[in-house]
């Protein structure tokens, strides 16, 4: 499976970037997606080409990318609420798989400062390890949640309302 194999725009791969939700690493897989897709720039081929790259490597050519693309500053709130609605988009294109989804919006969570609807994919998490034989009906509610962040108002998500009820009901 690929990555983000998503209709990526400069935004969502700042935002992406500022939370520690994508790897240097998939940079290079990243900028060809966006070169197939039309977009161009020095920069961007430059990305494209990087071999295994680490952040150091990575960092001032994305800059670049993301000066020549266009993508706007971003505060700390906003990138978290555009990576999340990115990653949901991702699990409900079947980019990554509900789990992959649910882990990536945990670590979205800790990284956020704990806003309260990402909260509760950190207990999906927990109830898919704790309760192995319901995976198949937390995968159904995680993606159940994931449209929830799509649907929600772009500037609810990451400071939305309270957290929904677990995933596994306790009776």
Known sequence: MKPFTIDMGPTALRALWQTGQLNPEDLPEVAAELLISGADSQALRELAGLARPTRDDAEPVLARVLRDLG?????????????????????????????????????????????????????????????????????????????????????????????????????
């Open 71 to 171: 993508a706007p500053a971003l505060e700390p709130d906003v990138a978290c609420r555009v990576a999340a609605r990115a990653t949901a988009a991702r699990a409900l294109s079947g980019a990554i798989s509900p789990h992959d989804a649910a882990v990536a919006l945990s670590a979205l969570c800790a990284a956020c400062a704990w806003p309260p609807d990402l909260g509760w994919f950190v207990a999906a998490l927990d109830e898919w390890v704790d309760v192995p034989h319901e995976r198949p009906h937390i995968a159904v509610q995680i993606l159940e949640e994931c449209r929830g962040l799509l649907a929600a108002p772009a500037d609810a998500t990451a400071r939305g309302p309270a957290a929904p009820a677990s995933p596994v009901d306790p009776g």
